[in-house]
């Protein structure tokens, strides 16, 4: 167990800009049965931790407002206890994970996390860094894929194809045969040619669907949009098509027999255990020490990343 009784994390104070995020000291928390505590090595800043530190997610009832939340879902690290039943990993153990659950006292961004054991994988040799990156968007790509639901050969408009999610899943759409239309800033077309997309879309085409049926005659068979395009995605998309998006808010109307899809991330150990082996190229964008989270948020804020801040405890 821990050598100390208390550890440091973030919270955010109520819900504002990242001045909100305070760093503060607490109880090491106890793993509980199916339960490890991992000591975190890095945790990864995501788009919806800045949501759920200015209070949208409360505001949209997806968590139940509090004076204090903690902030992160990513996590790489080592398992440092395990509680009775979590049979499936061992102590000093290199692992990463997903924190699924919105309103908690304690997230990722913390020296030591408690996460079901269900919810974690074997780091498969990667670095803490390259990890940390995995778990909420390499799963969020392929759950995406899977609710897709194309064949071999199938085409795939892919927007937002050079961000965290959208590079995994050209890599992983890729993987499973299919003919990736990337959508995104010519700059980054050396990046996605490595991942295997087949054409590229450059992001200020006045109209997409336009631009896809000249290149696809009928237009794609499937796009996930993890840009939130909306209707400029799905018009993109062939009659009797699929459509997938990751973003909340409204969902686009199904025209044309097109099936609509909203994609809800859920943390799943073997599929993440899986991703760990496949080599996806890493998307670290920066790192910080855990003191700095508000600096992190601030650049997030500021977009115009390739890839992810990485907290360091």
Known sequence: MPTTDTMRAVIARGYGGPEVLELVRV????????????????????????????????????????????IGWDVAGVVH????????????????????????????YAEYVVLDAC??????????????????????????LDLLALAPGDTGLITGSAGAVGGFAVELATRRGLRVLAHAHPADEPFLRAAGAEWIIPRDTPDLAAAIRELVPGGAHGALDTAGLGMA?????????????????????????????????????????????????????ATLPLHQAAEAHRRMDRGGLRGRVVLIP
């Open 27 to 70: 109880p090491i928390p106890v793993p509980g049965p199916g339960q490890i505590l991992i000591r975190v090595q890095a945790a990864t800043v995501n788009p919806v931790d800045l949501l759920t530190r200015s209070g949208a997610l409360a505001d949209a009832g997806l968590m139940t407002p509090r004076a204090t939340t903690g």
């Open 81 to 108: 206890a395990i509680g009775p039943g979590a049979t499936s990993f061992a102590l000093g153990q290199n692992v990463i994970g997903l924190r699924d659950l919105l309103d908690r006292a304690l997230g990722t």
């Open 119 to 144: 919810a974690v994988a074997p780091a498969a040799g990667l670095t803490a860094l390259e990890a940390a990156t995995l778990p909420l968007n390499g799963l969020t790509a392929l759950q995406s």
């Open 233 to 285: 995605a799905v018009a993109a998309v062939r009659t009797r098509g699929v459509y997938v998006t990751v973003a909340g808010g409204i969902v686009p109307t199904p025209l044309r027999g097109i099936r609509i899809h909203q994609q809800w991330i859920s943390a799943d150990g073997p599929a993440l255990a899986d991703l760990a082996t496949i080599g996806l190229a890493p998307r670290i964008a």
